[in-house]
């Protein structure tokens, strides 16, 4: 919702007092003028004021409620941004190019072969968890609705897919050796989300 959308209710709820209020003046003017019993008109125009009111209240809060969301959605939009400049500019980057030097020797491996291979070049073993502890936190934001999952999605969507492939076997090891399945349980949502979203 953008400002000017904000400003045409703003004025357009004044414009809905103003024409109530008048409606109410002038029906108790004629009903004072038809019955001449003062009572009467006080109680027509107490519950007119009483309705008017109310709806002037809701709309009211209707804004409101609208502001909060077109705050909440330009927040969210503006952590999205930062959190992908960021993540284009940190050790991600630097991690995922040293990997790239042995990716050829990654693909040729299965299963436990390549839990091995990571377990004998404990460098190499670093850089992986590194890659997936930051993509692990991109996912958290995620699931929890903290950043714009369209944005997220657009933009890291194959790279969350194409390291839980690689390195799902090492998940796999740590869980069993840490009996924790809840290691890098928030990537491997978004990817079987995904995954689920395009079969």
Not at 140 to 161: C, M, P, Q, R, T
Request: aromatic share 10%.
């Amino acid at each position: 919702m953008t400002m000017d959308t904000l400003k045409v209710q703003f004025n357009f709820r004044f414009i809905v007092l103003f024409l109530g209020l008048s409606i109410i003046a002038i029906v108790a003017f004629a009903s004072y003028k038809a019955t001449g019993n003062i009572d009467d008109t006080i109680s027509i125009s107490a519950a007119g004021i009483a309705l008017v009111s109310l709806i002037y209240i809701a709309m009211n809060l209707h804004l409101v409620a609208a502001q909060l969301r077109a705050a909440t959605e330009g927040e969210k939009r503006k952590m999205t941004i930062d959190l992908l400049s960021d993540f284009m500019h940190d050790d991600y980057q630097r991690h995922a190019l040293a990997l790239m030097s042995v990716q050829s020797e990654i693909d040729k491996l299965e299963g436990k072969e390549k839990v091995d291979y990571f377990l004998a070049h404990p460098e190499k073993h670093e850089k992986v968890m590194r890659i997936l502890n930051q993509l692990e936190y991109v996912c958290y934001l995620l699931n929890k609705g903290f950043v714009d999952e369209a944005l997220v999605l657009d933009y890291l969507g194959d790279v969350f897919e194409s390291k839980w492939s690689q390195f799902q076997g090492i998940v796999a090891f740590h869980r069993t050796q840490q009996r924790n399945n809840k290691i890098c349980c928030e990537l491997e949502e978004v990817v079987t989300k995904r995954r689920r979203k395009y079969s």
